[in-house]
């Protein structure tokens, strides 16, 4: 059974800090492709990043030179570095991977950024 589960987030300042974490199991995480989305109240959720099994990225254009993916294969953990923050990051954030057909999320950690 596929689990992700999500920590990390919290409350911080503007220009501020966070680094999130999804702890994957009952995958063969180094095999998958894993993607960080968010979605803010009254909005659509949408992807901020993504890295491929072979460790490519992919970044939002909103958060590009903030934010970093990357992904621990030995602790099948993944994670997202999030510098230079904005109150506009302020959403619930998802980890996700994709097993054809099946879309896998975990339950969402809440990153607020205000002052």
């Known amino acids: 059974q596929v689990q992700l589960v999500e920590s990390g987030g919290g409350l911080v300042q503007p220009g501020g800090s966070l680094r999130l974490s999804c702890a994957a199991s009952g995958i063969i995480f180094s095999f998958n492709a894993m993607y960080w989305y968010r979605q803010a109240p009254g909005k659509e ?43 506009e990051d302020t959403a619930v954030y998802y980890c996700n991977t994709r097993i054809s057909p099946d879309n896998y999320w975990g339950q969402g950690t809440q990153v607020t950024v205000s002052s």
Do not use: H
Not at 53 to 72: E, H, L, M, P, Q
């Open 45 to 87: 959720r949408e992807l901020v990043a993504g890295i491929t099994s072979s460790g490519r990225t992919n970044y939002a254009d909103s958060v590009k030179g903030r934010f970093t993916i990357y992904k621990d294969n030995a602790k099948n953990t993944l994670y997202l570095q999030m510098n230079s923050l904005e109150p």
